[in-house]
Each structure stands twice: as structure tokens, then as C-alpha cells.
């Protein structure tokens, strides 16, 4: 079984993926995907999570992405450990990731094996650091009555489409321009960089 530091997380390297995390010997994370197609199933939480519950204050001390992931979202939902999947997607209201702006955050989040978050709007710095490593976060008024918990969820992050496959619904989104394509198929902006720098 393979240890991972925090500079592991943000420099993965592998043969056939760009990275992962090692849980009995088995890809439990991918960090980088080649594709631009999100699947999987909404859990669902209200307006303005902020940085404190997403990851609370006193785990701030760890930097290994997996330990942070042990307790992401424990304060404001015990159960978010037993709800993830390897195919979930949060959804969530206004003004999610405000408070502090701790990179912690966006970290745990992607670390606990969430593929992407669709709110109805974001804090700008937790925007910014979501995209900094690499986690697909789109914006979509009323995302929480459009997606529930529970459904079944398309994303495609070129085309800006949201598609609610257990509605049968579509809702457009506004889609990553190709630098950020880049930063999100790469697994974070400073794996870009250090492959552009090799290159």
C-alpha cells in the first residue's frame, strides 16, 4: 500500500492515470481524468456552506488529502461518509465554500471522492482553489430544486450541459474555457505547469 504526502497529491504520477490514492491496494481516487464527462448521483446540501464545516478548524494541522477527507463535512453532516460514492456529485445552493480560504476545503472535498460540485453559486476564492487542484465545479441557478438528492447526474464540463438523467432534464451551465479544461484533465494547475515546464 502506497503512502501519500500532501506533494504526492499535487504531483501525482502513474502509468495509464495521472495519479491516485491506495486503499487496500486499489484506486479508490483518480486524480486527473482525461475526459470531460462527470457521472454520478446528487448529494445535496442548502445555501452558504462555508469553509468551517466543510472542513472544520481543528483538522487544519493535517496535510495529507486523505486524513482531511476522513472529516470533511462531519460538523454539518455525519453521515457524508456513508452518503459518497465513487460516483457522487454535491449540489448545493448559494454562496458554497464561503468563509475562510483555506485550500483545505476544496481539498477534502475531492479527496473524500466527490467528482464535481454544482451550486447555484460559489464564494470566489473557494472558486478559484477548487479549480487550482484540479475539482470540476460548475454554477447552475436553482441547482437544488433542478437536482435532487439522490439523481442521477450528466456532467459535461466542454459543453457547459447538466443533464438530470432521472428527470430526463437538461440545464446549461456555462462551459470551462480550454485553459481550464486543462487545469481540470491535469488534475490541478500546478501538474499543468510542471508538465509544461518538462515539455
Known amino acids: 500500500m502506497k503512502s501519500l504526502s500532501l506533494f504526492d497529491f499535487l504531483f501525482p504520477s502513474g502509468e495509464g492515470y495521472r ?18 464527462i462527470i457521472k454520478g448521483k446528487a448529494i445535496q446540501y ?3 456552506i462555508d469553509t468551517d464545516v466543510i472542513i472544520p478548524a481543528r483538522y487544519l494541522t493535517a496535510t495529507d488529502p486523505l486524513e482531511l477527507a476522513k472529516h470533511c463535512m462531519e460538523d454539518l ?6 452518503k459518497i460514492s465513487f460516483n457522487s456529485i454535491i449540489v448545493a ?4 465554500g464561503c468563509g475562510s480560504s483555506r ?8 479527496a473524500s471522492g466527490i467528482k464535481a460540485i454544482v ?24 441547482a437544488t430544486t433542478r437536482l435532487l438528492p439522490g ?27 480550454p485553459f ?10 500546478m501538474n499543468l505547469v510542471k508538465e509544461r515546464i518538462s515539455s
Open 19 to 36: 495519479g491516485g490514492w491506495f486503499f487496500n491496494d486499489s484506486i479508490i481516487f483518480i486524480v486527473g481524468v482525461d475526459f470531460m
Open 46 to 48: 442548502g445555501d452558504n
Open 77 to 82: 453532516d455525519p453521515d457524508f461518509q456513508k
Open 93 to 96: 445552493g448559494k454562496n458554497f
Open 103 to 110: 485550500e483545505h476545503a476544496p481539498l477534502a472535498i475531492k
Open 119 to 142: 451550486a447555484s453559486s460559489f464564494a470566489r476564492i473557494f472558486y478559484r482553489n477548487a479549480l487550482n487542484i484540479g475539482l470540476p465545479i460548475l454554477e447552475l441557478e436553482q
Open 151 to 177: 439523481d442521477e447526474i450528466e456532467i459535461d464540463t466542454k459543453k457547459g450541459t447538466i443533464i438530470n438523467i432521472s428527470q430526463s432534464k437538461t440545464y446549461q451551465a456555462q462551459p470551462f474555457p
Open 180 to 189: 481550464i479544461q486543462d487545469i481540470i484533465s491535469r488534475g490541478g494547475l
